[in-house]
């Protein structure tokens, strides 16, 4: 357990539905990171908050993903109408600056299954 | 384009010997670099990072060395258990940017009794 929690662990949903993923990041980290990760793939970078701050996004984020991180600590990524494509594995990592090391820690995913 | 990636898809160790897992990494701004581990549903774990100011870095029974000349990087882990079996990512960053890490494939890792 690296401290970074996320809900639900699973979701199951029908195409053009909304789903709301929810991260708690480790309690003294202003970093949070939000990473999409396909089978047999590695994770891949959607977007960064430094606090509340939302401060880079990928050109993976259409715009039907929007996140937010309003008071600086858990962050919520939200897909609407969703699409068969959007079916993977959405991580959350946090980290702070620290004598050096930026390690990015991960929660465990929320697998996400678009029907 | 930048691209991490990882020379062996797939590696097969006896118990307790050492494995060694490679990796190459295209972006000659990369200055920090992570290996992690991820067992299946699960999240990646945190194994070890080195900065590019270093060559080597030592942890528990795991080395990261790493060759800026040729952008390589590689992972010992020493007396392999069985609880070592699973996949490991190398990720790479770079300074000026949110610090957002860009992975390779991953190379899976069994561990034979």
């Known amino acids: 357990d690296t401290g970074v929690s996320q809900d639900p662990r699973h979701k199951i949903t029908k195409r053009g539905q909304n789903v709301t993923f929810r991260c708690d990041p480790i309690s003294e980290h202003n970093r949070l990171y939000w990473y999409r990760q396909t089978l047999g793939q590695g994770p891949e970078f959607l977007t960064y908050f430094q606090n509340e701050a939302q401060l880079e996004k990928s050109r993976l984020l259409s715009d039907r993903f929007s996140a937010e991180r309003p008071k600086g600590s858990f962050s919520t990524l939200e897909i609407q109408r969703t699409e068969q494509g959007d079916s993977a594995m959405y991580l959350c990592?946090?980290?702070?600056?620290?004598?050096?090391?930026?390690?990015?820690?991960f929660g465990p995913g929320t697998r996400l299954l678009v029907l | 384009g930048e691209s991490v990636g990882l020379h062996l898809p797939t590696l097969s160790v006896q118990e307790g010997d050492n494995s060694i897992i490679n990796c190459a990494y295209s972006n000659s701004a990369s200055d920090y670099f992570i290996w992690y581990k991820q067992e299946s549903g699960k999240g990646p774990q945190f194994i070890i990072d080195i900065r590019s100011n270093m060559d080597k870095r030592q942890g528990q029974r795991v080395t990261v060395l790493l060759n800026k000349t040729v952008k390589h990087l590689s992972l010992q882990i020493a007396a392999t258990q069985p609880g070592d079996s699973a996949v490991y990512f190398c990720a790479e960053s770079r300074s000026g940017s949110a610090r957002q890490l860009t992975f390779g494939s991953g190379t899976q890792l069994t561990v034979l009794p």
């Open positions: 990592a946090s980290s702070r600056l620290s004598g050096g090391s930026e390690a990015q820690y």
